[in-house]
């Protein structure tokens, strides 16, 4: 099989699956990984698909990576992510949570934290951190996603109105390179901007994946963060934001 009709089979896979490894491209071409990881560099160069650690998903504006893939994908960064955030949250702390695979990690990595007060529009987080005794979780009511247990609406924005905590933890779809916020769902956005607007801390939470990655929907602008959790170096242009607008990058250690 020629290169050119190998990666457009590649294409073909990764539409229909939404998320794939290399492991199983190299069974199913029968080729060396070497020769995948190439196809999908060459792929990712041309936006015509995104290039993932371990393999490839889909490159969309419009929709999404499917929850399932989206839990496993940059698994260990965004654990690396959430244990360098939650060391800057002091127990007996106000905060909320967004909806996100990243920052379910980051409600895992607060049970070892004491006393805290949580308003979350997540049914995931309030899940995990339900089980402390000695913390107080609010669920923002509203309509519940079924995808991924996400909770959007009005409602929603109205409880979260009720708040201002101390700090606000913001997962996100992709970060532009002139600084905007990007995500998928117009109704999940206004739930973010309503935290960003009642936290007296905003702390913005990303796997380098997110840096450059396309959604249609403009949530607000890194300047709006005090801090940025991440597991690379950003872009020159990302870092050029955050010096100039005074925003903490923290990039979580190996």
Same mark, same amino acid.
């Given at each position: 099989?020629?290169?050119? /009709?190998?990666?457009?089979?590649?294409?073909?896979?990764?539409?229909?699956?939404?998320? &794939?490894? @290399? %492991?199983?491209?190299?069974?199913?071409? %029968?080729?060396?990984?070497?020769?995948?990881?190439?196809?999908?560099? #060459?792929?990712?160069?041309?936006? /015509?698909?995104?290039?993932?650690?371990?393999?490839?998903? =889909?490159?969309? $504006?419009?929709?999404?990576?499917?929850?399932?893939?989206?839990?496993?994908?940059?698994?260990?960064?965004?654990?690396? &992510?959430?244990?360098?955030?939650? #060391?800057?949250?002091?127990?007996?702390? =106000?905060?909320?949570?967004?909806?996100?695979?990243?920052?379910?990690?980051?409600?895992?990595?607060?049970?070892?934290?004491?006393?805290?007060?949580?308003?979350?529009?997540?049914?995931?987080?309030? $899940?995990? /951190?339900?089980?402390?005794?000695?913390?107080?979780?609010?669920?923002?009511?509203?309509?519940?996603? $079924?995808?991924?247990?996400?909770?959007?609406? %009005?409602?929603?924005?109205? &409880?979260?109105? #009720?708040?201002?905590?101390?700090?606000?933890? &913001?997962?996100?779809?992709?970060?532009?390179?002139?600084?905007?916020?990007?995500?998928?769902?117009?109704?999940?956005? !206004?739930?973010?901007?309503?935290?960003?607007?009642? $936290?007296?801390?905003?702390?913005?939470?990303?796997?380098?994946?997110?840096?450059? !990655?396309?959604?249609?929907?403009?949530?607000?602008?890194?300047?709006?963060?005090?801090?940025?959790?991440?597991?690379?170096?950003?872009?020159?242009?990302? #870092?050029?934001?955050?010096?100039?607008?005074?925003?903490?990058?923290? @990039?979580?250690?190996?």
């Amino acid at each position: 099989m020629s290169q050119k /009709l190998r990666q457009i089979k590649i294409i073909e896979l990764v539409k229909a699956k939404g998320f &794939i490894t @290399i %492991e199983d491209l190299v069974a199913h071409f %029968e080729v060396t990984p070497q020769t995948i990881r190439r196809d999908l560099n #060459q792929l990712a160069e041309q936006k /015509l698909i995104r290039r993932h650690h371990g393999g490839a998903g =889909s490159e969309s $504006s419009t929709e999404n990576t499917a929850y399932s893939t989206r839990k496993i994908l940059q698994l260990s960064e965004k654990q690396r &992510i959430a244990e360098a955030l939650v #060391q800057q949250i002091p127990d007996n702390a =106000s905060l909320f949570i967004n909806i996100g695979t990243t920052t379910e990690m980051i409600a895992k990595a607060l049970l070892n934290h004491k006393g805290l007060q949580i308003v979350t529009n997540n049914i995931n987080v309030a $899940s995990i /951190l339900r089980v402390k005794e000695d913390f107080n979780v609010i669920i923002a009511g509203g309509i519940v996603r $079924s995808r991924d247990g996400g909770v959007i609406g %009005e409602a929603t924005q109205d &409880i979260i109105d #009720q708040f201002k905590m101390d700090f606000g933890i &913001i997962g996100i779809s992709g970060i532009d390179n002139d600084g905007s916020l990007l995500d998928f769902d117009y109704q999940e956005v !206004r739930i973010a901007q309503a935290i960003i607007k009642n $936290s007296r801390t905003v702390f913005l939470a990303a796997d380098h994946s997110k840096f450059g !990655r396309n959604a249609m929907v403009r949530l607000g602008n890194i300047d709006q963060a005090n801090a940025l959790f991440t597991d690379q170096e950003p872009p020159r242009a990302i #870092q050029t934001l955050l010096n100039q607008h005074d925003i903490r990058l923290v @990039i979580a250690p190996e």
